[in-house]
């Protein structure tokens, strides 16, 4: 009964009570329906209502993201809780109550457009802030670190998790030999393969922006911050058993969800809240504070509340408002300076040159993504559509001598640090998270998860990931070894069970 996605179609019917207009081509014209099938004496090319709907079929396909092809996504408000003007003055955080207008979209990182919600995978956790500064984007993801800090890696670690180029599948030997050749990846890895690696919905999916950001106050005193979403109604997992059974009855399982319950007026919210470190905090962590594949210790740089994240819209058309979304991490405004970290640096380029690919050179003209707060004044102008005014008859260039647009300056802006960084320990933070944080069950699913992805893999890569595992935990070593062992001969009983990639 009470089902917004499925009854779509339904309640648009019910809420237009007759015939929305005459219909017309796209150039506004009304137009008549020929039957072609029944038009012998007359001229197809005369048909425009054929004309135009055919040739634009032809055309209606973009290229997908590489990653984050598939998702869901809604629009609703950030509100300030708590005053943190004292580290950051971009004014989005100005006073406590401020609402600011907001866009997220969730991805499965790995699985195409038309690939299934509950893949064991992260999810894209990707936020744009439409502040009266201009939009600023965290596109962070559901675990709080990354896979690799080196962006040289990104394609290498994209290709491994793709598809086979010879037979078009997923293959785990491929994943094994990335996360084998890069041991730093298997901190985030553990936390996949365990009971974060299927959010059950986009609503019990926490988010972290994982990149230490670098932030001014109005003094322009530097802070260094980690933005967490913690979902208020709790985080909430699937197992693989019940993951693979809802893949195969509803692909679409999180997209849905998220659009039932908003459109049910259950809306999702998350607290927001920072992690805060000062330069000296920053110096005497003993770690590299701005490497994406650690976490900062919740106990020596606790949450401090910011506000609450709600989301309370349904887009009304998906292509146009979230297909089209375009975030980038090199969306920012005064006062948040972004990570002063390589791979911050590489995104500041990848999004940007992605989104130009994908949307054309004026992506940020489309709707979605244009500011709602400020009036845009740039000094682009032309280029494939949508130009929206394209600047009207302001001037073109700049410097000009004719009233154009001045730059903005920012006095207390400094430049971004320069970073410490030693070699690392890649196994440190994730021998805690399988002592600590995981419960002794959480442990025994999270063998079992590595076991079924490692199972059909080939030897010489089980061994190097039982090395690597063992480094870990001498524990984890030996169940997976062992594991390994038992099953070696049954490996390819169950293959028809792998629905996905590495579930
Ligand atoms: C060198 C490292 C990285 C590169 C080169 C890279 C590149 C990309 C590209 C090209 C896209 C598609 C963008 C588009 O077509 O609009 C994308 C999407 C995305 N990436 Fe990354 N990425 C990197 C690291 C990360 C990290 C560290 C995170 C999380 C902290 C992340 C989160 C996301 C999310 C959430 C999306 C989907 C955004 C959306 O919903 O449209 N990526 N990435």
């Known amino acids: 009964q009470n089902d917004p996605a499925g009854q779509q179609i339904l309640l648009f019917k019910e809420k237009t009570k007759g015939p929305i207009g005459v219909m017309t081509t796209s150039a506004g014209a009304p137009i008549e329906y020929k039957d072609a099938r029944v038009t012998l004496n007359s001229k197809l090319i005369f048909n425009e209502y054929f004309m135009d709907s055919l040739t634009h079929l032809n055309r209606e396909r973009i290229p997908e993201r590489v990653v984050h092809a598939k998702a869901g996504g809604a629009f609703g408000y950030f509100e300030v809780t708590h005053d943190v003007t004292s580290i950051c003055k971009a004014k989005l955080f100005a006073t406590v109550g401020k609402r600011t207008p907001v866009a997220a979209r969730f991805s499965p990182v790995v699985q195409e457009r038309g690939g299934i919600d509950t893949s064991r995978d992260a999810r894209g956790f990707a936020v744009k802030f439409y502040t009266e500064e201009g939009n600023f984007d965290i596109v962070g993801l559901s675990t709080p670190m990354f896979v690799i800090k080196d962006p040289l890696l990104f394609p290498t670690f994209v290709r491994a998790q793709k598809r086979n180029p010879a037979t078009n599948l997923f293959d785990s030997n491929t994943l094994w030999d990335f996360l084998t050749l890069q041991p730093e990846s298997l901190h985030m890895f553990l936390l996949i393969f365990g009971d974060r690696g299927i959010p059950d919905g986009y609503r019990y999916m926490p988010g972290f922006s994982i990149h230490t950001f670098e932030v001014l106050n109005e003094p322009g005193e ?82 401090i509340p910011v506000g609450i994240f709600v989301l309370n819209k349904n887009p009304v058309n998906y292509f146009a408002e979230i297909e089209q979304l375009a975030f980038s991490p090199a969306n920012l405004v005064p006062g948040i300076l972004g990570g002063p970290d390589k791979l911050f640096e590489a995104r500041r380029l990848a999004y940007r040159d992605a989104e130009y690919y994908r949307l054309g050179a004026n992506f940020n003209k489309i709707p979605v993504n ?26 073109n260039y700049y410097p000009n001598s004719f009233n154009g647009a001045e730059p903005y300056h920012d006095e207390k802006r400094t430049e971004l640090i320069e970073i410490f960084q030693d070699e690392p320990n890649n196994f440190q933070q994730a021998t805690e998270l399988y002592v600590n944080e995981m419960t002794s069950d959480e442990r025994s699913r999270l063998v079992q998860n590595i076991l079924y992805s490692l199972g059909p893999v080939a030897k010489f890569l089980q061994d190097r990931a039982v090395k690597l595992l063992t480094i870990i935990h001498p524990d984890l070593g030996n169940r997976i070894a062992e594991g390994l062992a038992a099953n070696r001969t049954n490996y390819y009983k169950n293959y028809d069970d792998r629905l996905f990639n590495y579930n």
């Open 222 to 303: 530097k802070s260094f911050v980690r933005f967490h979403f913690t979902p208020t109604a709790g985080i909430k997992n699937l197992r693989s058993e019940e993951a693979r059974k809802i893949a195969a009855v509803d692909p679409d399982y999180a997209t849905r969800d998220l659009y039932r319950a908003i459109g049910n007026g259950n809306f999702p919210s998350w607290k927001v809240s920072i992690q805060v470190l000062s330069l000296n905090d920053v110096k005497n962590a003993g770690f590299d504070v701005f490497d994406v594949t650690k976490v900062l210790p919740l106990d020596d740089y606790p949450l």
């Open 370 to 395: 244009c500011p709602i707060q400020v009036k845009l004044m740039d000094y682009n102008r032309d280029g494939k559509p949508p130009v929206k005014d394209n600047g009207k008859d302001t001037p």
